[in-house]
């Protein structure tokens, strides 16, 4: 049997009998809808006209398969169904913000499909994505994809891997190109606490820069409560006046409460007079907006991100003696194991700590 080997359609004559020497069996040569050549016996014989007949049979049927593999279908596509695919799997308002990510991860995804002149799911090999990583990484200015870490570039592959999947499900390929990638994802650096001067610079630039007002809002909320950024917007009939609490609506679709630092109830009260039904209404891309206002101020220089503020609160708690089990619930950790990847504590945090020891 002659060995299968990838090759494309190009310049390819289509199915094929042929004779091999001292053999009564029709041999066909043909090409599967993964592209790889086949060749071996019909097991019909070719001195027998019934079963010639039968072997041409199959051989226009390997045709028409080569044929359909070849010209493709609209249906094929990528255009034709994987923006479809997302609103279906992500219907649900709880999965807004991961479908929001999976569509901004297939624009960059599309740019270079498109770049490689790759328009079906069976034009996609394992090549390709490994070229991928360099090229995200690098980016590409002029056609909106902005040069990006080695995580990023990863999960972008990680949808690609999904939309194969759904690709093999549609029949448009039979192996996902995107598995045993086996690109380990790089350990994220920590995530910085802010000073008091970090913190004093922020406020300011905010005011001087004419910041938008969410962002003002949302900083002020963050400060004083550690809830992540999304969280920051909320009702204002979700704070218990009496009780001093506010309900949170967190990540996994699930709600949790938290008092009202006594400096931040200013702020509350005063969007509550003007009327407002939403502490503020965050856009699109909100954290690339807080990237390029630290990076404006120079404070990207230290790696700062809004998630510093979570960070912040946290290990200012903790060093003020608040038990991890209480900060936990403050800022909705699910575990402590979690919640101590994010403390900051230094040697001098500890050194108080020490006059307990009795030896």
Same mark, same amino acid.
């Not at 910041?211 to 218990?240: Q, Y």
């Not at 954290?287 to 630290?294: I, Q």
């Given at each position: ?7 494309? /359609? ?13 053999? @009564? /069996?029709? /041999? ?27 072997? %041409? ?25 994987? @923006? ?5 799997? /992500? ?7 991961? %479908? ?19 328009? %079906? ?7 390709? *994505? ?8 690098? !980016?590409? =200015? ?14 972008? #592959? ?5 939309? *194969? ?11 996902? @190109? ?8 790089? &350990?994220?650096?920590?995530? @910085? ?29 963050? +400060? ?19 009780? !001093?609490? +506010? ?15 006594? &400096?931040?109830? =200013?702020? #509350? ?13 965050? =856009? ?11 990076? &404006? ?7 700062? *991100? ?44 500890? &050194? ?8």
């Amino acid at each position: 049997m002659v060995k299968s080997v990838a090759v494309s /359609y190009t310049g390819y004559t289509m199915a094929s009998l042929n004779k091999r020497h001292e053999s @009564p /069996y029709w /041999y066909i040569k043909y090409k599967d809808p993964s592209g790889k050549q086949k060749h071996h016996t019909t097991g019909f014989r070719h001195d027998i006209p019934a079963q010639t007949r039968k072997a %041409r049979i199959m051989m226009n049927e390997k045709k028409l398969v080569e044929l359909r593999f070849e010209k493709g279908t609209n249906n094929e596509v990528w255009s034709a169904w994987v @923006p479809e695919f997302f609103k279906q799997k /992500y219907s649900q308002p709880s999965s807004d913000k991961t %479908r929001h990510r999976y569509e901004t991860c297939w624009r960059y995804l599309s740019v270079f499909l498109d770049e490689q002149g790759i328009t %079906r799911p069976r034009q996609l090999t394992f090549r390709h *994505c490994e070229l991928y990583m360099n090229w995200r990484k690098a !980016g590409k =200015p002029e056609a909106g994809v902005l040069a990006c870490g080695h995580n990023t570039a990863r999960l972008d #592959l990680k949808i690609l891997h999904l939309i *194969c999947v759904h690709a093999i499900k549609r029949e448009f390929i039979q192996s996902n @190109p995107c598995a045993s990638l086996r690109i380990k994802k790089h &350990k994220s650096p920590l995530k @910085p606490e802010l000073s008091d001067e970090d913190i004093a610079l922020i406020r300011t630039k905010l005011v001087e820069l004419d910041m938008p007002d969410w962002m003002s809002t949302s900083f002020e909320i963050a +400060i004083h409560t550690g809830c992540r950024l999304m969280e920051t917007s909320f009702p204002l009939n979700k704070v218990d006046w009496k009780k !001093g609490n +506010i309900e949170f609506h967190a990540k996994g679709d699930k709600d949790y409460s938290a008092p009202i630092h006594p &400096k931040l109830l =200013p702020l #509350l009260k005063k969007l509550k007079e003007e009327g407002r039904k939403m502490t503020c209404d965050i =856009p699109s891309f909100p954290s690339k907006a807080w990237w390029l206002f630290f990076k &404006k101020i120079g404070l990207h220089k230290k790696g700062v *991100c809004f998630h510093c503020i979570r960070v912040t609160v946290i290990s200012r708690l903790i060093r003020q003696g608040v038990p991890e089990n209480k900060v936990r619930q403050i800022v909705h950790h699910a575990s402590t194991e979690i919640n101590r990847q994010y403390q900051r504590l230094t040697v001098d945090d500890v &050194k108080s700590s020490l006059d307990a020891l009795i030896v």
